[in-house]
T-cell receptor, first 115, second 114 residues
């Protein structure tokens, strides 16, 4: 059963407009959330994160919002640029019984920003 | 070299072959991870090493055998794989295997099992 869901496999936006990528989770034990970006033939690269004690974190053009009651987070990119075209993965962390932290990923959303 | 490197980038092997994937991190981290990404599936954690000790084995079949000789190197030894093991295998590292750490990924090895 998937604990982190990205229900939109793809998203297309116009350059300069806002991109909104959504992520839902089911496990209320998750307490730290991250967004990774992946270009073809490269590994995922860390973009931005948010702790469960916050509802918003901003870094330049990227803002992540967390709604714990809805178990929902979103990544806003504004303004979107063609170089933002990539696959975006939402991830959540869980502290396992083995004493290590596990990252649980969504399937990803492919963002295309059109010039 | 900087960051996390993985070799080979592509690998084709038969079901009876034995091969190894290599990961090296140049970040001074103490924790390393193996992930598998199959087509249309999320990244799945396979193994976690912290200070060269395996601290997590995520119910991975024994035909995958990890090895961490030091905190900079991680191997994944493969033998008698199945075609369904074809996937992208990603290595990652983090500072110390603690809480709220960012994991840094390598570019991955794309594996095809025939």
């Amino acid at each position: 059963d998937q604990q982190v869901k990205q229900n939109s496999p793809s998203l297309s936006v116009q350059e300069g407009r806002i991109s909104i990528l959504n992520c839902d989770y089911t496990n209320s034990m998750f307490d730290y959330f991250l967004w990774y970006k992946k270009y073809p033939a490269e590994g995922p690269t860390f973009l931005i994160s948010i702790s469960s004690i916050k509802d918003k974190n901003e870094d330049g053009r990227f803002t992540v919002f967390l709604n714990k009651s809805a178990k929902h987070l979103s990544l806003h990119i504004v303004p979107s640029q063609p170089g933002d075209s990539a696959v975006y993965f939402c991830a959540a962390t869980l502290f396992s019984q083995g004493g290590s932290e596990k990252l649980v990923f969504g399937k990803g959303t492919k963002l295309t920003v059109n010039p | 070299e900087t960051g996390v490197t993985q070799t080979p980038r592509h690998l084709v092997m038969g079901m009876t072959n034995k091969k190894s994937l290599k990961c090296e991190q140049h970040l001074g981290h103490n924790a390393m991870y193996w992930y598998k990404q199959s087509a249309k599936k999320p990244l799945e954690l396979m193994f976690v090493y912290s200070l060269e000790e395996r601290v997590e084995n995520n119910s991975v079949p024994s035909r995958f055998s990890p090895e961490c000789p030091n905190s900079s190197h991680l191997f994944l030894h493969l033998h008698t794989l199945q075609p369904e093991d074809s996937a992208l295998y990603l290595c990652a590292s983090s500072q110390g295997g603690g809480r709220y750490e960012t994991q840094y990924f390598g570019p991955g090895t794309r594996l095809l099992v025939l």
